[in-house]
Nanobody
Framework: EVQLVESGGGSVQPGGSLRLSCQTSGFDFSIYDMGWFRQAPGKRREGVAC??????????YYVDSVKGRFVISKDNAKNELYLQMNSLKPEDTAVYYC???????????????????WGQGTQVTVSS
């Protein structure tokens, strides 16, 4: 069974940091593109960052709103995906999801493709 389980969310003050983790199982992690998405109250789910599979060069992509503040990484040996979030802002408040995509060469190409598998999400709250 394919499983993706996020952890590491919590409540922090503006300017704080959090590190999200996504533990996966049931699929070949090394050949999948992986991404982080988020959904804030009253808004649609949006892509945040992604990292392409090794065959595609393992390149990463960040949306402008998080570029320079967030860092995506992965550990193929542990089948885990991470998102280091620094200088957090209230606008970052959302439920964060990790996702896997086996069907696209790059994890981002003029937009995020449709990812096949999703975790249940972890809440991140940034407030004073």
């Amino acid at each position: 069974e394919v499983q993706l389980v996020e952890s590491g969310g919590g409540s922090v003050q503006p300017g704080g940091s959090l590190r999200l983790s996504c533990q996966t199982s049931g699929f070949d992690f090394s050949i999948y593109d992986m991404g982080w998405f988020r959904q804030a109250p009253g808004k649609r789910r949006e892509g945040v960052a992604c990292i392409s599979r090794t065959e595609s060069g393992g390149s990463s992509y960040y949306v402008d709103s998080v570029k320079g503040r967030f860092v995506i990484s992965k550990d193929n040996a542990k089948n885990e995906l991470y998102l280091q979030m620094n200088s957090l802002k209230p606008e970052d408040t959302a439920v964060y999801y990790c996702a896997a995509d086996p069907s696209n060469y790059y994890c981002y190409d003029n937009g995020f493709p449709s990812y096949d598998w999703w975790g249940q999400g972890t809440q991140v709250t940034v407030s004073s």
